[in-house]
Structure formats: C-alpha cells, structure tokens
C-alpha cells in the first residue's frame, strides 16, 4: 500500500502513567483526538507484549474514528500486529536500515535525534521524519548528563534537513506557555526551516480536560502555520488595521495612544507586580498614578488565586528573591490569557540570572520583554554591549531597530529596548520614541517603572477587546489585544511625564523630580501626549 501522509502538527505521545487519578487512558485519548490530536505513538514501556498489543489495538480502532494515525514506540512487532501507519524508534533500538527491512517500505519511521551527528545518519538512513529532543527538561524521560537543545538547537538541527523532504518534530518539556517561543525561537537560521509539528505527552495525558488542552495547543500551532503562508495580518486595537499591515501614521498611533489612556482610568485593571525590593514603593505609585490598581504578590500559592482576577503581570527579577512565585505567576498568567511583561533585570551580569532567565522562560511566555541595552543584548546573544551590573557599558547597538526587529520574532514577544531613545517592535514593525528626561538616568528603577506602565497598559488593550469584542487574530501570542500599542503607550506616557516633570520650576535636581514625575503621571492628558510625542515607523 502506499505511504501515509502524516500531518506532524499535534503529536500525541501516550503515557498512562500520567493519567490524572480516575482519567480512562481510552476516554483521555478520545477527548484529546476531538481537540484536534494529529498523530498519536503508543509508548508502552513497562507492558509485556499482550497488553502492549491490546492497547496499541483498542487505540488504533478509536483513532481510525478520527482518522488519526498511530505509530507504535521501538516495538516492531506490535506494529505488525496491530497494522499500524509505522514506528518511531531512538538511538539505542532497532537500528533504522533493519526496521526498515523488517516492515516494508510503505511504513513510516521516525528517528529520535539529540545533536546534528545523529540527524545526519538519519538523512542517510532514509527517516521518514525525526523527534529533536529533548527541547527542554522533562519529566518523561531521564536526560541526566545531557544538555537540553532548547529553540536555538532544535533550529541548528531544522537547518540540515534542507531540501532533504524529512519531517520534524520537537519534543521535552513542550506545554502551552513555552510553546510560541519554541516555534518561532527554533526556526532555523540558515535556511528558515520550522518544525512540522510538537510531540507532547503529559501537557495532554495528564491534564482532566485533554480535550481543551489540546485544543489549545492546536491554536497556537495552527496560528503560527497560518503566519508562515503569510496570513499575519489582523484587526488592531480599536477596530483599525494592525501594525503587521502596513498603513501606520504617528497620528494613528498616538490616538491609539489616548484610546488606551481613557480605558486604563475607566477599567482600573489590578496589576500584579513581582518586581524588586528597591523600587517597589514607586512602582506602586506610579500604576495608582496612572489609574490602574497594584497589587505585589510574591507566595506561589497566593499569586495562582490572584491571576484570574488581574489585568496583567509583570515579573521582574532585579532581585531574584521569589522564583518560585514567579514561576508560577508566569505560568497562570498564560493559563488566564493575561499579557506578561518580563523585565530581565542585568540577565547578561551574572551566570545565576542568565540561568534563572532560562528557567523561566522554559515554564512561561512573556507577552512582552523589556530592558536596556545590556539586557536585550544579553537575550539576544549579541556582544555589543556590555553589562555593568544593572547599566550597560558601551556606545549601544549600531542598528538597534534590527536587534529588536530578530529578537521579537525569536522570542514570539514584543521587545522594548530601553536608553535615550526607545525601540519597540513585533517583529515586523519597529517603532522609535525619542521622548524622555536626563533625569530619569538620576533616580533609581526608572527602567522598572516604564515595565510597570507597560503592564498597566497591556491590561487596558486587553480589557478593552474583552469589552469590544473586536475581531482580532493574533499569530503567536497567548494574549488578545494589541501589545505593539501597550508598550507603545506604556513608554510614551513614562517619557512625556518626565519631560513636563523635569521643565516644572521646583524641580531642582533627581530628588525633587521623583516627586514631580509621579505627580505629572497622575496629571498628563491626552492632549499632551498628542503634542509631544515623537513617534517614529522605522
């Protein structure tokens, strides 16, 4: 018989030890084929071979309801057995030119590889499609002494099947939030390639709604698929045309602006900020300032029941006391579809912050990431600019448009790269804004407090399509809103403020303008946002 075509997309990988207490293993994979499962691998490791082939069995008859095929893991004589569509084994089974041998040339094999070695005697063996594993740490499989490839070396391996017709697919630690960082971070960077699809197990087996677990998942995978063809175009914020279709004027963008200004002081969302020590105080007067309400939960039990019922979260770890809140306040903010601003407080100055960055990043997607030169620099590997602690040290980025422009696209978040003039982009459009104060540089965590604003208004673009319900189709975010105008707006109200705080007669140096700023925060209105602000469309 001919060779199946599989679509890759939504990868089952079954593990009934993961099933939650009371979960049939036949009802939980029933659900999630209606939630739209694309394949799915019976990985039986501890069964005897009966019980392997009974379950291999009854799951091939209720995937043949769904015209979903099965793969069966290492065994090739269940596969035989059963009748399945082929088999997937890893480096330490059958070798793939027997396998090939024992079930024919019609069936499909998939490869586990680790590094690009093995990816390159997988092109020579004739795999049908390999697993690149493991992305990230996972509990499924013992990956002690082996270093996780992450997006960057699932995109270095994507990179050798060019032109080869292989398939791919990723697999370890891929849940929800990390799963747009992982399909735009691992695109590769010679060819473009992108995986054809993500292998999941205990994201879908262990949730008690496998069903809208893999629904979900299905929608950032198909969104991200539909942006590849090009379909990335969207309805912005206030029913106008988005930054990804072209079209954008500094008078549109101001008076998206001012739109945002007049739905943060009617909603007042409450901003949870798990933000450090040093500028806590001032970050809660400046989000009361602006007419939303702060709130600075850090316990990982309290931050989960708050999450519901906040605007949006921003997590900046400039003292990195609370990991384990911000773990899990990240995490629930994807969950309740709340915009995440992170703030990666001197991630480039020491080895602990660059490692806690990772580890937060492999639990949630931020919506949006925030910093200064050095810290951008350091998520975007450039070596540019230099840390110094929490400054950076340098004469900044010969192009920082296109350092925010790679970043945005890599990270599936909006960049805002912070200094005496700002960028922001989406990884399409790039924004510049040359407002600000020298002051600002005087006063400690003026960069924390612009993440605050940003969070702020993130809440009101959020709030404001939940109230609309404008059409909005959003390509690899968590969120609805336009985040391009959130952080757009959060900047651009900090910078004009400090501007009209620094030109009042009592202010006579850094001291009296931190009052002054505050005060100008709570008094600035629209009309003087549309006078002041200098917006550029690079």
Known sequence: MPRIQLDYSLYLVTGREFLPPGKDYYESLEESLQGGVTLVQVREKDADTGEFIEVARRTKQICDKYNVPVLINDRIDVHLAVGTAGIHIGQTDCPLPLARTLIGPDAIIGLSVRNTDECKRAIEQGADYIGIGSVWPTGSKDIKGRKCLGPDGTGEILDLLDGTGIQAVAIGGIHLPNLPQLLHGSISPKTSNALDGVAVISDIVASHQPRKASEALREIIDSFKRARKGLEGHKGLFGSTSSVSGGLSREYLVEKVQGLMRVLEQETPLINQLTNKVVMNDSANVTLAVGASPIMSTNPRDVYDLS???????????????????????????????????????????????????????????????????????????????????????????????????????????????????????????????????????????????????????????????????????????????????????????????????????????????????????????????????????
């Open 308 to 538: 519901p019922a906040i605007g949006a979260c921003l997590i900046n770890f400039g003292t990195v006391d609370d990991k384990e809140g911000m773990k899990v306040a990240g995490r629930q903010a994807n969950v309740n579809r709340k915009p995440l601003v992170f703030d990666p407080v001197a991630v480039g100055a020491t080895s602990y912050r660059r490692e806690t960055a990772e580890e937060l990043l492999a639990h949630w997607q931020p919506t949006i990431i925030k910093g200064n030169a050095a810290e951008i620099g350091a998520m975007a590997e450039s070596t540019e600019v230099a840390s110094r602690g929490v400054d950076a040290a340098g004469a900044g980025f010969k192009d920082p448009g296109a350092i925010v422009r790679a970043l945005a696209k890599k990270r599936a978040a909006i960049i805002v790269l912070t200094g005496p003039e700002d960028y922001i982009s989406d990884g399409h459009t790039v924004l510049k804004v040359s407002n600000g104060s020298h002051f600002l540089e005087k006063i400690t965590g003026s960069g924390c407090q612009a993440g605050t604003l940003i969070a702020c208004f993130a809440a009101a673009s959020r709030s404001y399509y939940l109230n609309e319900n404008e059409p909005f189709e959003d390509d690899s975010q968590l969120v609805q809103g336009d985040m391009l105008i959130a952080a757009l707006a959060g900047i651009l109200i900090y910078t004009i403020a400090s501007e009209v705080a620094a030109d009042r007669p009592d202010v006579k140096g850094p001291g009296t303008f931190r009052s002054a700023l505050i005060d100008e925060l709570y008094n600035l209105t629209p009309e003087v946002v549309q006078q002041r602000a200098r917006v550029e469309i690079l």
